[in-house]
Antibody, heavy 125, light 108 residues
Framework: QVQLVQSGAEVKRPGASVKVSCRAS????????LFWVRQAPGQSLEWMGWINTANGNTKYSQKFQGRVTISRDTPARTVYMELSSLRSEDTALYYC??????????????????WGQGTLVTVSS | SSELTQDPTVSVALGQRVTITCRGDILRSYYASWYQQKPGQAPVFVIF???IRPSGIPGRFSVSSSGNTASLTISGAQAEDEADYYCCSRDSSGNRVVFGGGTKLTVL
């Protein structure tokens, strides 16, 4: 089955960087974009960016521009999200999610399915 | 505005019908998708604006939309439907992705 498996929890000091991985299985890796979404404790979901796994092109939310880098290792079927200059407000669960795209006539339908299990990143001094 | 607004909490009696709404200007231009999140778990895709559901999601989940409002309806809510529900809207190229604040559904 289609599955996204993320790396384990991380504890980082303020100012450090963290790199979270997301390994895909059960489908053709290059057929779907992969998105990163985070969820602070008790909060809603927040889009961070995506990568086109076919060519490596990326797009980042303006909020994270300059601090986030999304990359891929195609043979390993793995996508990475690196967030730098960490601060306490970056403490959150970080999820990867596969972008599903369906073309119907002239319209494109998109949704996220499935999601990785989440990676807790704690930023604390 | 790029925000999506949801009621923070909604409750429903077991077996009854409940509707969760999501409002925002972005919905005038783009479709909505809905996600269910149970405590300690990752979000799960439930349904897309055209009533497209993944296998495994029961038919009691349906959606509708009009103007700036998207609605998720559960017809005959079950105890296992108790969860947080998030709406999401985005353009097809992924340059704009917005999530709602979430609705905590309690099944009484």
């Amino acid at each position: 089955q289609v599955q996204l498996v993320q790396s384990g929890a991380e504890v980082k000091r303020p100012g450090a960087s963290v790199k979270v991985s997301c390994r895909a299985s059960g489908y053709s890796f290059s057929n779907n974009f992969l998105f990163w979404v985070r969820q602070a404790p008790g909060q809603s979901l927040e889009w961070m960016g995506w990568i086109n796994t076919a060519n490596g092109n990326t797009k980042y939310s303006q909020k994270f521009q300059g601090r986030v880098t999304i990359s891929r290792d195609t043979p390993a079927r793995t996508v990475y999200m690196e967030l730098s200059s960490l601060r306490s407000e970056d403490t959150a669960l970080y999820y990867c999610a596969r972008d599903v795209r369906r073309q119907v006539l002239l319209e494109t339908y998109n949704w996220f399915d499935p999601w990785g299990q989440g990676t807790l990143v704690t930023v604390s001094s | 505005s790029s925000e999506l607004t949801q009621d923070p909490t909604v409750s429903v009696a077991l077996g009854q019908r409940v509707t969760i709404t999501c409002r925002g200007d972005i919905l005038r231009s783009y479709y909505a998708s809905w996600y269910q999140q149970k405590p300690g778990q990752a979000p799960v895709f439930v349904i897309f604006d055209k009533n497209i559901r993944p296998s495994g999601i029961p038919g009691r989940f349906s959606v509708s939309s009009s103007g700036n409002t998207a609605s998720l309806t559960i017809s005959g809510a079950q105890a296992e439907d108790e969860a947080d529900y998030y709406c999401c809207s985005r353009d097809s190229s992924g340059n704009r992705v917005v999530f709602g604040g979430g609705t905590k559904l309690t099944v009484l």
